[in-house]
């Protein structure tokens, strides 16, 4: 099969992006000149280098004052294939936080790390002291491939598993961008200190296909202008969901014989969530299922994949630059005979899988080699020591202590692993001196499964709270589940601050996208298992109208689900003329479920996550708090 020459760059005109990678000689201009430059920010330029080295520009929100300079500060994001991170890496990140950051670690949706509140002045330090302590932020933001996923949870006496990170590992590394920009800007030009490269990976990533390598170029795969967008792949086993592979750009499913040994893998791609509201040309997508491929050629599937959307890719309209676009503009069938092409032979039929699950594996473990694993719910993946719960301070101690490493989950939470079995009640009892949950049974089980982004006030796109508002916003929820009389109901609820996806909050059963100011645009209808999408049902919802907008749907889904039946498949089952039609004729019983008068009143964003801090570290309710506070001002006894 012979591979016709890719399109030229583009007919159209290519984004302003596209000339400041090719300016950029490979990812070091303008970053190298302005890193050694006596300025608190990188100039529009540079900004858009800098996010392949795995940093973004931003601004604390929260202090901006009209007229002035913005409080600029960075964002670093590490990359961590499988999520897996060793102990002297967690050290150094624990420490950088407190050094340089905001004394948090944030866990993200991809099993990764990110700091925030860098100093321009400080971030060569920063990123240096990652990669010594075998560490990299290469790549973890940019127009290349991003953190490869893969399955938590660390048995080591299922082999499907070690393959996946293995693979994770490999294809991480052959699509690492070569350059040695990294090295030259961050480190003074002293290639890092890491292991021999699996050989197999570097002859792959030299060897050409048809037309998948640019010879003789300092990036064999990427080329000079490399991916049009992002690119996101995971690996994972077969029944094992926690990865969310429907989202991906690329995902590897494991295939192993009777005997447990690995013969290929089987590859969906196209999925992807970013979208913007009122443009209907942007759409979250689930990934389709493509080909089954060999073990000995899933590299070469791999770089056939990526080739293609790097050729084909839409250079010229960054909203309609992912693959998910490609494979939806072409169709399933024109996209895998372009990447037959490239891959120089026809692709096989994809095999049969089982059923997908989504489990978090929190709590004590087996491992399966005698050893223990423990996971631990982190809310929203922010580590940080506030009031009593200190979770920065012990699990810096845990691993100081037993030298353990971690695996971050797809879920901001986070799994200490190879824990001798004599060392738990030790380990156990340093989490609850410093406040944290042990049992995963003792989590509201609407928290244990909930996600929301960063958000305000570091996420440059927010269009409202994330982060700050879910856990006030599961409060609420909880309290009107139970006062409809579902007291043990839970469903995976995830928020994000604007469209662009980041918590995956389309896959599920109840999602809220911010669209406006303290308001949402609210989705039903994912699976628990996150392997359906969820639809638009409404698009504005004020955070104060929660309750008024949740109660008649909750109380039609206690009503009519069947048996067993989850929130988001009951929505999908009944659809929304259903829903709507039954929540126009409720009438809720009473105003307040016939108890004690409650008045709603609205606080500012900012106001309310003061108070919240405050009401969490004096261990009070909001309510409370509130109270208090207005009888001293209103003078009231
Ligand atoms: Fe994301 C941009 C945070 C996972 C889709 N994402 C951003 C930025 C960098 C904002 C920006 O561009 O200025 C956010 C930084 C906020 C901050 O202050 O930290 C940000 N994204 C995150 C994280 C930290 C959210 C989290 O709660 O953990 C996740 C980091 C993952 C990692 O370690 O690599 C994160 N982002 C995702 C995911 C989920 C995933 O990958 O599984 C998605 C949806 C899946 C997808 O890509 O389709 C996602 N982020 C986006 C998009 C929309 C992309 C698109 O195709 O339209 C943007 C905006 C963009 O790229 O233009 C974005
Ligand atoms: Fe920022 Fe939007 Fe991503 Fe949230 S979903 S982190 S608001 S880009």
Redesign the pocket.
């Known amino acids: 099969m012979v591979k016709s020459a890719p399109p030229p760059i583009a007919s159209r005109k290519p984004s302003k992006v596209e000339a400041i990678k090719e300016r950029s000689n490979f990812l070091r201009e303008p970053v190298a000149t302005e890193i050694l430059q006596d300025t608190n920010h990188f100039s529009e330029d540079a900004v858009q280098i800098l996010k392949f080295h795995g940093s ?1 520009q ?1 601004d604390n929100r929260d202090n901006r004052v009209k007229g002035q300079e913005k409080d600029y500060q960075f ?1 670093l ?1 590490t990359k961590n294939p499988g999520g897996f991170v060793p102990p002297q890496l967690y050290l150094t990140l624990d420490q950088l936080a407190d050094e340089y950051g905001n004394h948090t670690l ?1 866990a ?3 099993q ?1 790390f ?1 700091l ?1 509140g860098i100093l321009k002045k400080n971030l060569k330090a920063a990123i240096a002291a990652i990669v010594k302590s075998m560490g990299s932020t290469l790549g ?2 940019g127009d290349l491939n ?2 490869v996923m893969a399955p938590p949870a660390p048995f080591k006496n299922k082999s499907e598993y070690d393959f996946a990170w293995e693979y994770a590992q490999n294809i991480a590394d052959l699509l690492t961008p070569q350059t040695g920009a990294y090295y030259e800007i961050w480190l003074d030009g002293e290639k890092a200190i890491s292991g021999e490269e699996n050989p197999e990976v570097k002859a792959a990533r030299q060897r050409n296909g048809s037309g998948t390598v640019f010879h003789e170029q300092e990036e064999p795969i990427y080329g000079t202008h490399y991916m049009p ?2 690119f ?1 792949a995971c690996v994972t086993v077969p029944g094992d969901n926690s990865i ?1 592979l429907y ?1 991906q750009d690329l995902t590897l499913v494991v295939i192993t014989n009777k005997q447990g040994e690995l013969e290929g893998f089987d590859v969906f791609a196209g999925g ?3 979208r913007t509201h009122n443009k209907e040309e942007t759409f979250a997508r689930m990934a389709d299922s493509i080909c089954y491929v060999a073990k000995e050629e899933v590299y070469d599937l791999v770089k056939a994949i990526v080739a293609t959307q790097r050729d084909y890719g839409d250079r010229t309209d960054r909203r309609h630059a ?1 693959l998910k676009y490609l494979i939806h503009d072409w169709g399933v069938d024109k996209f895998r005979s372009m990447v037959e092409e490239y891959f120089g032979k026809p692709l096989e039929p994809f095999k049969p899988l089982p059923k997908w699950k989504y489990e978090d594996f929190l709590g004590w473990n087996e491992q399966g080699d005698g050893k223990l694993f423990f996971g631990i719910s982190i809310d929203n ?1 922010r580590i940080k020591d506030e009031g009593s719960f200190q979770i920065k301070t012990a699990l810096r101690e845990i691993v100081e202590q037993y030298n353990l490493p971690i695996r971050l989950t797809p879920h ?1 939470n986070l799994i200490l692993c190879d824990i001798e079995p004599d060392s738990k009640q030790a380990i156990e009892e340093i989490l609850n001196r410093h406040g944290v949950v042990t049992d995963p049974s003792n989590i509201d089980q609407i928290v244990r499964y909930a996600m929301a ?2 958000a305000l006030p ?4 927010a269009i409202t709270e994330s982060e700050r508002a879910i856990p006030g916003i599961l409060e609420r929820i909880r309290a009107l589940l139970d006062k409809v009389g579902l007291q043990n109901e839970h469903f995976v609820v995830r928020m994000t601050g604007c469209p ?5 909050p389309y896959m599920a059963e109840l999602g809220f996208v911010g669209s406006a100011p303290e308001s949402y645009q609210v989705w039903l209808g994912g699976s628990p298992d996150q392997t359906r999408l969820a639809e638009p049902y409404t698009e504005k919802l004020h955070h104060n109208d929660i309750e008024s907008f949740l109660e008649p749907i909750f109380v039609y889904f206690k009503k009519s689900r069947k048996k067993g039946e989850s929130f988001g498949d009951f929505c999908a089952r009944v659809g929304f003329d259903a829903i709507r039609n039954f929540a126009e004729n409720y009438k809720p019983k009473s105003a307040n479920g016939g108890g004690k008068a409650r008045h709603r009143i609205s606080v500012r964003d900012d106001i309310y996550a003061v108070l919240k801090e405050t009401a969490d570290s004096q261990g009070k309710s909001m309510t409370e708090l509130v109270n208090e506070a207005l009888k001293v001002y209103l003078k009231v006894e």
């Not at 570091?458 to 796109?461: E, F, K, R």
């Open positions: 973004y931003q964002m994001r944030r993200t949706t991809r990764g990110q925030h973890a933001c991003r953190n967008r992002k996101k969310d989202t992807g969530l970013g992912r993946g901001q982004c960063p570091t996420c440059g796109l662009n996806g980041c918590a995956r």
